[in-house]
């Protein structure tokens, strides 16, 4: 029989372990009661926090490469008063920040039914169903790091109040995996890090003081975030990055801050090539430049608003709308070419200042077609776009994606997806020898106009590159070997994304850089890599003109 001041000392153990990691034990079958909330008895209850599926690593791969069609699930998880009003009715000082609510209220257990309520409402697998429904097919979840539990939140402002999120990060895990039905990537955004990287109430504080970059304790607790983070989610089918920080300021510290937390990030088995992104802090170019300088997967997110300067308010609708069809266009697409297609709008809405509308005779069609120009632009230059914000309280068509839809937007975003009828159940590079009789005919230049080829040609010339591969790489140069590849590899690229979802290969140059890495130097040899690149892109613009 084990001494009984041993097993008092063990259950002391236990129930510190349990208070200090927010019951990371087994903790299904347990309930805590506060007296009341506005004179209500409530009870709040542990959840157990899911498991995830088994890895599909071809389906990652095309959600994390593809073009992406997204919304932001604004105030799910990190809350703006501007968005979400209701929420801040009991909220303590500002009433502006997520601290605010949590601080708030008769007690921590009001503040946190409140907002387990909010988590369990707000968006629903209905809303995933509808994004699906409408052609969306990714969406960017911003988090607060006190939305990892308890132990995230201790020796923070939330330290007092860290009961509060005892549940939330069940709630993460259960909207991924509620997007994961309806095979919608996730972006996971950083909204709030400790200390704030920004000063503003959507990283969670009200005091206006951006207190990341001058504490090397707020950056170590982030980088044990993003860590936490990448350990949990880079191996999730469905999840498609993780997002350094959101808009943080354009400190000086904050390119070494992003190199040391990619590190770290790297460092986690399997997060070798897993997708991660950086906010710009609005500095399009320096960040481009950081950008194309690395070889592994780094993505800059731009955000663009015409609703916050005094400028804004100075233009019409219209001369925003030409601004973008014009000066903005050729930056994003200087920006992109310059990282290999590595950059996304991660934030945009139809939004207008009442000045700028003011201006317009039909102020109506104005924003409509100011909201189309931008789509069309971020279509175009960047591989995807996600608007701010899928809902909020009071939706209004200019910031509200549900309100805009079939207004300001389009009712849907099919157009923006590509067909795959005309490649047919068995089309593209299965049956490729059924096209036989075009063949000899395919030996004239390769670098004709694809787009004006007919589709039964397009097939014929990669079977022609196919037979030339198989039947003739020994009279074949290095160089013709890697072009014949690529092609094939582009064109099966092209049918591969397309029959998935509908989609198109988003992140080309990087997907063709990771491809050659993961080919060898025994399929593309060194020195015949450009070979190879042209050979994919020919490829890939036929697959996809075939659709």
Not at 132 to 149: C, E, H, M
Request: net charge negative; aromatic share 10%; hydrophobic share 35%.
């Amino acid at each position: 029989m084990l001494p009984w001041n041993f097993i008092a000392g063990a259950l002391k153990v236990f129930v510190l372990l349990r208070t200090v990691a927010g019951g990371s034990v087994d903790k299904q079958n347990q309930t805590s009661e506060a007296n009341s909330c506005n004179g209500t008895k409530i009870v709040v209850q542990d959840r157990p926090v899911e498991s995830f599926p088994l890895f599909d690593r071809p389906t990652s791969t095309i959600m994390r490469y593809r073009s992406q069609r997204a919304v932001n699930l604004g105030s799910w998880f990190v809350h703006e008063q501007w968005m979400t009003p209701s929420l801040f009715i009991n909220a303590a000082g500002a009433k502006l920040s997520e601290l605010d609510i949590a601080s708030g209220g008769d007690s921590p257990n009001c503040a946190r039914q409140m907002l387990e309520d909010h988590w369990k409402t707000f968006i629903t697998a209905k809303d995933f169903s509808d994004l699906a429904s409408k052609g969306i097919n990714t969406v960017r979840l911003p988090i607060g790091y006190w939305s990892l539990g308890p132990e995230f939140c201790q020796g923070t402002p939330f330290s007092p109040f860290a009961d509060v999120y005892h549940n939330s990060w069940s709630f993460i895990v259960q909207a991924i995996k509620m997007a994961a039905d309806f095979e919608i990537g996730v972006l996971v955004d950083l909204h709030g890090a400790v200390g704030s990287q920004n000063g503003q109430p959507h990283s969670g504080i009200s005091n206006k003081h951006a207190g990341l970059f001058d504490s090397e304790t707020n950056m170590d607790k982030t980088i044990d975030v993003l860590t936490f983070l990448t350990e949990k989610l880079c191996n999730v089918t469905n999840v498609i990055g993780i997002q350094v920080l959101n808009e943080p300021q354009d400190d000086p510290g904050l390119i070494d801050f992003y190199i040391r937390a990619i590190s770290e990030m790297r460092r986690v088995p399997g997060a070798e090539s897993f997708p991660i992104y950086i906010h710009d802090a609005f500095n399009l170019e320096k960040f481009s430049d950081f950008v194309s300088q690395r070889s592994d997967f780094i993505v800059q997110d731009h955000h663009s608003y015409f609703v916050f300067t005094s400028q804004d308010e100075k233009k019409s609708a219209s001369q925003h709308t030409e601004d973008i069809r014009t000066s903005i266009l050729r930056s994003l697409f200087s920006a992109s070419k310059n990282e290999r297609g590595n950059l996304i709008v991660g934030e945009w809405s139809c939004a207008l200042t009442p000045e700028s509308l003011s201006m317009e005779s039909d102020q109506v069609a104005a924003r409509e077609k100011f909201c189309k120009a931008q789509l069309d632009v971020y279509s175009s230059a960047t591989a995807g776009w996600s608007f701010w914000s899928y809902k909020k309280e009071d939706c209004d068509n200019g910031w509200c994606f549900t309100a805009a839809l079939g207004t300001a937007l389009p009712p849907d975003f099919f157009s923006y997806r590509q067909s795959c009828d005309s490649l047919g159940s068995n089309g593209g590079l299965i049956n490729l020898r059924s096209f036989d009789a075009f063949a000899p005919n395919m030996t004239q230049d390769l670098d004709m106009k694809r787009s004006t080829t007919p589709f039964h040609h397009r097939l014929a010339t990669i079977h022609y590159y196919r037979l030339r591969r198989l039947d003739t790489d020994s009279n074949m140069t290095a160089e013709e070997q890697s072009e014949t590849k690529g092609y094939e590899d582009g064109f099966l690229t092209a049918k591969q994304f397309c029959e998935h979802d509908g989609s198109r290969l988003g992140f080309i140059g990087q997907f063709i850089d990771d491809s050659i890495k993961a080919l060898g130097p025994t399929v593309v040899q060194s020195g015949t890599e450009p070979d190879y690149i042209a050979g994919f892109t020919r490829g890939l613009s036929d697959g996809e003109g075939s659709s």
